[in-house]
């Protein structure tokens, strides 16, 4: 089956920009090995569409593969307009928030009974935890969020920090 899809330039511009959104969604965080291939065919559709079509500054030919791809034109493109800086942005409060709402919740009940609630019942008990720590953030970003954790004597000097704290000691004595 063929589909007809018409587009004029500022919209055809707009489908390339969502297309390496997703793409960035996608593959952004994997390393190049990883990469997921399922959208790969209608992208290179896509790319192929756009070069016939007076926009190839916004696409280029990956010298080893020899595969179409986002030029960097069109990646500051999207990175001038924000979307990916104001989208991790967001994943990144609402993810830290949800975490530690969940490794507080589960300590408090226990992980029997923080595994044994309602799906509909944890997300409900997560969430309004969860908005404690967003009202934090939101005032304060990270600022009192801090780790527990004992100092440690070093057991074992170095030489470099021994012939050191020697040379402090002898100036401190002169």
Not at 63 to 82: D, F, M, V, Y
Request: charged share 35%; aromatic share 6%; hydrophobic share 40%.
């Amino acid at each position: 089956m063929t589909m007809s899809l018409e587009l004029n330039r500022s919209e055809l511009e707009q489908l390339l920009e969502l297309a390496a959104l997703g793409d960035w969604l996608i593959n952004g965080h994997r390393p190049e090995h990883e990469r997921a291939t399922t959208h790969d065919a209608p992208l290179q559709k896509l790319f192929a569409l756009a070069e016939e079509n007076g926009l190839g500054y916004l696409v280029a030919t990956d010298e080893r593969t020899g595969e179409l791809k986002p030029s960097e034109a069109l990646l500051s493109r999207l990175a001038l307009a924000g979307h990916v800086a104001e989208y991790d942005d967001c994943v990144f409060w609402d993810e830290l928030a949800i975490r530690l709402a969940e490794r507080d919740l589960r300590a408090e009940l226990g992980a029997a009974v923080f595994d044994a609630l309602s799906p509909h019942e944890r997300h409900e008990r997560v969430d309004a935890l969860a908005e404690t720590y967003d009202r934090e953030f939101d005032m304060r970003g990270v600022d009192r969020l801090q780790l527990d954790r004992a100092r440690r004597a070093r057991v074992v000097r170095d030489g470099l920090t021994e012939r050191l704290l020697k040379l402090f000691d002898d100036n401190e004595k002169k």
